[in-house]
């Protein structure tokens, strides 16, 4: 069951099991809470050295745990560097990463940007200089907001618009790594995935972003699908009706989401945990899944994609990936530019 639907049932009290539940998280999460206000506290006094770079950093993060679209995010910045003859270098902790091999965040990040400069380190300050090292002359740091000895010239706080404060609760009751009022620490808020709840809902939002930290701007943006491809990354036929979904993301709901607003139909779908190494048992499990139902194509993001190297997925054919980008309406584009233009000039 996923992790999400297990908190909600905890929050709600469904179950006699929930109120013994509820009660240890919630005595976890106020120890949790004291420990986050005591580290950003020592960042505060000084009593905890921040490192400034010579080139501006950029540093693209949450305040929730799963995910909120930061790396398609980071790409899209990205390319508006290069666009502008900057040399980007992309620094990612490698979260769950085998030894010696990519995560998934830097995998799409090189497969999606050819060539750019990718330095993953659990260590943000050396990853960076290893960036700096060969030839970055800007830095852009993915899932940065709470690592904060890097020092940073922008700070974007992402904000999933379909679970945007993660039950307002701190972990581990719910999904906050921070209290909601960090985000009067960002310079820009960007709030993804924004076409998938209501006009109401979003407006809500935004008020609630302007309640917490009236002196941050906020934007919106959506993944917009770019077609489906193959896993080699060759682009494919797009008509399919009705799908088998399986990924190990952050948010699994909002994936859904955005294959139904292809106009297709879900038949199933298998969530594994956020950055989940998949395994042969696991391919056989969801081939089994979907021989069950009926269905014209097996569907994946593109993260989960590059975790399915070396695999045997021909039990899955037909297996295609959903290709996503950041796609943001012109004042709001405006907005990210200008911040962009400010730290470049700064």
């Known amino acids: 069951m996923p992790l999400s639907i297990i908190q909600s049932d905890i929050l709600a009290g469904r179950g006699l099991w929930t109120k013994p539940a509820r009660w ?28 400034r770079l010579p080139v501006p950093v950029v540093s693209v993060g949450n305040i929730t745990t799963g995910g909120t679209g930061k790396t398609p995010l980071v790409i899209d910045l990205a390319k508006r560097l290069q666009h502008r003859s900057r040399t980007p270098g992309i620094v990612t902790r490698g979260y769950k990463s085998r030894p010696g091999a990519p995560g998934d965040e830097a995998a799409l990040i090189s497969e999606q ?15 960076a200089r290893t960036a700096m090292d060969g030839g970055a002359d ?12 890097l020092g940073r010239d922008l700070d974007v706080v992402v904000l999933d618009a379909t679970n945007p404060f993660g039950f307002d609760r701190l972990l581990p009751l719910g999904r906050l790594r921070e209290p909601i009022s960090a985000m009067t ?21 935004l008020d609630r972003i302007r309640e917490v930290a009236p002196r941050v701007p906020s934007v919106t943006c959506r993944h917009r699908v770019v077609g489906l491809s193959h896993l080699d990354g060759t682009a494919c036929d797009a008509s399919y009706e009705t799908a088998v979904l399986f990924s190990a993301i952050g948010n699994p709901d909002a994936f859904a989401l955005t294959v139904e607003g292809m106009a297709m139909s879900v038949a199933a779908r298998r969530d594994w945990p956020d950055h989940h190494p998949f395994t042969p048992s696991d391919i056989a ?21 590059m975790r399915l190297a070396g695999l045997d997925v021909r039990e899955l054919a037909p297996l295609r990936v959903v290709n996503v980008e950041i796609a943001f309406d012109p004042d709001d584009e405006a907005m990210v530019e200008s911040c962009l233009d400010r730290v470049l000039t700064g």
């Not at 240890?24 to 490192?51: D, H, P």
């Not at 800007?138 to 000895?149: K, P, W, Y």
């Not at 499990?285 to 139902?293: I, R, Y």
């Open 285 to 305: 499990s969801l081939a089994l899944t979907a021989g069950s139902v009926k269905h014209d194509v097996v569907l994946t993001t593109g993260k989960d994609a």
């Open 138 to 149: 800007v830095i852009l740091m993915d899932d940065g907001f709470q690592h904060r000895r």
């Open 185 to 205: 620490r960002a310079d820009l808020v960007v709030v993804s995935r924004a076409d998938l709840v209501t006009d109401a809902d979003r407006a809500r939002l």
């Open 24 to 51: 240890t998280l919630a005595s976890l999460a106020v120890a949790y809470e004291w420990a986050v206000a005591r580290r950003n506290g020592q960042f505060a006094s000084g009593a905890r050295e921040v490192i």
């Open 113 to 127: 940007l050819p060539g750019v400069i990718c330095a993953q380190n659990p260590d943000r300050v050396a990853g």
